[in-house]
Structures are given as structure tokens and as C-alpha cells.
């Protein structure tokens, strides 16, 4: 494979990636209109309800079936993909049922001011609707066909985006809308499981199969859930400790959560290269090359989302004022203030992905869950201490906190079983110079057109403060981009 159909992969990828996810980022002012921030934080931690339970509804299964694709023989390849769905289909089945009789009786003293009907029940449908997802997902990874990625992931976009027009702007209903709207795209997940799984005329159900790939998995829901805590738990955790009533307490979670979706984009492009990554990392990574083709793609990685980071960072305070109204008032130019801590936290997720896809290469992931549960630990404890005393931006850098412990724990453990070797001079070059530049940016557009000046004007000058980072590092990823061309070019066996 050559470095532009890499590049290419992941462009795609990211595409595909970003369509379900960007929904929230194109809407908002669709949400910011039509919700007050009380309603978008319900709707926000009612989605962030639905992806920790995901993580328990799947099993696993979806970190396993994209490994077991290229373990078995290609033969057995039905056999394991409708194995792999059925278990998930009887396990949301049943996990429905239990969380309905777990939950119902004391949701409003978890999530205080939100009943379980519809709310809850809510949430439980887009999860059961949607834990399949990831079974077309990596299949259309597998064979290398991101086309067909994408076109998956835009049909699930279309719907849900449809789907909040109708029922949030059209037919007010609020964050109720907003959920009804991600469970008709579920129904889109459903359909297109049940026409890949369809198409795969051979193979049943093979109870061996089964165990193998939940042996694999199951260590995962544990890594799993420790990455939700990191990645979601703020917003519950926000309205439990900001010490507010309960509706200026959903406010609140309203306003993290605007601030957080522009910052989490940077995450979101870390994980969509890593879904082109991760099947040129398996064919490749144990040649001799391995190692060197580790640490060239990373500074490259590295590189692209920082210049993301530092975009995202500097236009900050034009993007909020955009995109808030006056339902929202000065509460949207808190976000502002949060999006630069969370690109960077999504800057050292980055890095993690790079670095833990050497565990999953040598299949040691039975570790990972205690490195998670410990960068979770390390992220509530932050989170505790910080939101009673700084707000929404002690969750924002208790983000940042529990990804770094997260980044180097994982790296010690990695080191353990694979020779991992990074450029770390051209790391750090490149992390310096970004804040270097987020506060330029910040220091000149105070001076010269001070804190609320005109926006055109001040985003004109964040915006060539970003270019010039930009253009700055070109000669710092000259090299890396040349020794990686090379690196591609050989024999995955060399």
C-alpha cells in the first residue's frame, strides 16, 4: 500500500466517522434555536447513557471481529460474522430488559430532573437499535472498501439529520426529538446488518467461534467502559458536583457539551485514521519494518492533528458566537473556553491509538482494562476536586488529565511486548510550537481587536495565526513523509 492510499483510506474514514458524529456540530444551530441549553444538556447526557451502554451490549465483539477477519480462514468469514451478530442481537435483547428494570425506578436520582419515560427508555432503544453497527463497519474496513464505509455511514447521517428537522424544529419536542431522531437512524443500522449478514449465503452460528471471540472481547468491555468514564462520565458528573439546581445544573451540561463537540474533533479524526490504520498496521506490523513504520506514521499523525487542534483552538470564541443565539445568551461564550482543553486532550488521544494498537498486534489486551480503570480513576478523582471549585472547566481539564495517564500508562505496558521507538524531538517541537500559537492567537486578537471585537476581523487574524502553524511544520514532516513512502512501498512480510 503506498502512503496515498493511506492517506486516502483515512480520508474517507474520517468522512465516514465524522458523518453520525458531525450530525451534533451541523445542528447546532438547529439545537441551540430550537432547545435551550437545559434541554441540550438532557439530550446530551441521555446520548452519553446510550454509548456506555454500547459498550456492554456489544461484548467486545467489535474490537474482536475486525482481528478474527484476518485470523480465520477466509472460508469460515460468514460463519464468524453471523456468529458475531447473533450474540449481539440476544445480548441487547436481554440487557434491555434488565437495565429497564434496574434503571426505571431510580433514573431520577441518577440523572436528577430526567425521568426514565420517555428519556430512558429512549436511550435503551437507540442502543439496542445500534449495537450492530460496528458489524458492516468493520467488515467494509476488513476488505478495504471504504466507498461502502462511507456510504453506510451517510445513510445513517441522512436519517438522524432528517429525523431532528422533523421532530426537534418541526414538531418541537424537544430532546425527546433529539433521541426519537437517533433511533430512526438505528433503524438503519438494523437494516444494513440484516442485508450484509443476508449476502454471506454460507455459514451459520458456530458456538467455537463464539467463545474465541468473546475471550478476546470480553477484556474489552472493561477497557471499554474506564473509556467512557474518560471520554463521557463529565456530563453526569457535572450535574452532580457543580452544586446548582437541577435545571441550571443540565444548563451547565449543555454548555460543556457545545464547547466539547468542536474540541472532540480532533479525537474524532484520531479514530477515523486509526480505522484505515489498524488493518495496514496487522499485515505490517511484525516485519522488521514495523517498528520504524510505528514511529514515522505517528510524528505524521501527530503532526495533522495538531494542526487541527490549534485551528479548532484560536477560532474558538467566532465559532460560539456564530453558532449561539440569544436563547443562549453569554452562556455559549463559556464554550469558547473549553474547546482548547479538550483538542488537547483529543491531541494525546491521538497518540494513545498509535501506541495501543501494538497491544492489540501482540494480543495482550487482557491488560488494557487495568490501564483504563486507572486513567478513569485518575479522571473522576480530577473531576471531583475540579468542577465544585473551576465549573465546566474542571471537566475539561480533567479530560486532559485522564488521557495523559491513560497515554502513558499505556505506553509503559506497551514497551513491554513491542520495541516502540517515537521521534520524540519532533513531538515535542510540534506540541510547543502549538501553544506556542493558541496563545499568540489569543494575545493578538485582544490587542488588536480586543475580547469582543468584530468577528470578521478577529477570525481573519486566528485563522492566518493557524496557517502560519501550518505552514511551519511542512519542513519538520518532510522527512517522515519520505522515510514513510518507503516504508509502504515494501512487502508487508519484510
Not at 324 to 338: D, F, I, L, P, Y
Amino acid at each position: 500500500m503506498s502512503l496515498r492510499a493511506l492517506l486516502r483510506g483515512s480520508l474517507l474514514y474520517t468522512l465516514g466517522n465524522f458523518l453520525p458524529r458531525i450530525g451534533t456540530f451541523l445542528l447546532l444551530p438547529v439545537y441551540t434555536a430550537a432547545l435551550g441549553p437545559d434541554e441540550f444538556g438532557v439530550l446530551s447526557l441521555m446520548l452519553s447513557l446510550s454509548g456506555l451502554l454500547a459498550i456492554v451490549y456489544r461484548l467486545g465483539l467489535d474490537g474482536a471481529l475486525l482481528r478474527f477477519h484476518f485470523d480465520v480462514h477466509p472460508a469460515q468469514r460468514p460463519t464468524l460474522y453471523r456468529t458475531a451478530t447473533a450474540v449481539t442481537v440476544v445480548a441487547s435483547i436481554g440487557l434491555s430488559l434488565l437495565a429497564t428494570l434496574l434503571l426505571a425506578p431510580f433514573f431520577d436520582r441518577i440523572f436528577p430532573g430526567v425521568s426514565f419515560l420517555p428519556y430512558g427508555l429512549l436511550a435503551l432503544a437507540i442502543t439496542a437499535t445500534t449495537a450492530p453497527q460496528y458489524v458492516p463497519s468493520d467488515l467494509f474496513r476488513a476488505i478495504e472498501r471504504p466507498g461502502r464505509f462511507v456510504a453506510f455511514a451517510l445513510a445513517v447521517f441522512a436519517v438522524a439529520v432528517a429525523g431532528v428537522l422533523a421532530f426537534v424544529l418541526v414538531l418541537d419536542m424537544g430532546a425527546a426529538g433529539g433521541l426519537l431522531a437517533n433511533l430512526a437512524s438505528g433503524g438503519v443500522v438494523l437494516g444494513a446488518t440484516a442485508y450484509v449478514i443476508a449476502r454471506m449465503r454460507r455459514g451459520g452460528f458456530d458456538l467455537r467461534l463464539a467463545r474465541e471471540t468473546l475471550r478476546f472481547g470480553l477484556p474489552l468491555v472493561p477497557h471499554g467502559l474506564a473509556g467512557w468514564v474518560l471520554n463521557l462520565s463529565d456530563r453526569w458528573l457535572i450535574g452532580l458536583l457543580i452544586g446548582m439546581p437541577a435545571m441550571a445544573a443540565q444548563a451547565a451540561v449543555g454548555v460543556y457539551s457545545f464547547g466539547y463537540v468542536f474540541g472532540q474533533s480532533v479525537a474524532l479524526v484520531a479514530m477515523s485514521f486509526n480505522a484505515a490504520w489498524v488493518p495496514v498496521w496487522y499485515a505490517r506490523g511484525d516485519a522488521k519494518h514495523g517498528p520504524a513504520l510505528l514511529r514515522e506514521m505517528t510524528t505524521l499523525l501527530m503532526a495533522g492533528l495538531a494542526v487541527l487542534a490549534v485551528g479548532v483552538s484560536v477560532i474558538a470564541p467566532e465559532l460560539t458566537r456564530v453558532l449561539g443565539t440569544r436563547r443562549w445568551g453569554e452562556e455559549a461564550e463559556v464554550a469558547a473556553t473549553v474547546i482548547p482543553v479538550v483538542a488537547a486532550a483529543s491531541l494525546v488521544y491521538g497518540l494513545y491509538f498509535m501506541i495501543v494498537s501494538t497491544i492489540f498486534l501482540r494480543r495482550r489486551t487482557a491488560g488494557l482494562p487495568l490501564l483504563t480503570l486507572a486513567a478513569a480513576a485518575a479522571n473522576v478523582g480530577a473531576n471531583i476536586v475540579l468542577i465544585p471549585r473551576i465549573g465546566v472547566m474542571g471537566a475539561a481539564w480533567s479530560t486532559l488529565i485522564g488521557y495523559g495517564v491513560l497515554t502513558a500508562l499505556t505506553w509503559w505496558y506497551a514497551t513491554r511486548s513491542y520495541p516502540i521507538s517515537v521521534d520524540l524531538f519532533r513531538l515535542l517541537l510540534i506540541g510547543g510550537a502549538g501553544v506556542a500559537a493558541v496563545a499568540v492567537a489569543d494575545a493578538l486578537a485582544d490587542a488588536l481587536t480586543g475580547p469582543r471585537g468584530g468577528l470578521t476581523a478577529s477570525g481573519m487574524l486566528h485563522l492566518a495565526v493557524a496557517a502560519a502553524y501550518a505552514l511551519l511544520l511542512i519542513p519538520v514532516v518532510r522527512g517522515p513523509v519520505a522515510r514513510l513512502r518507503d516504508l509502504l512501498a515494501r512487502p508487508a512480510a519484510d
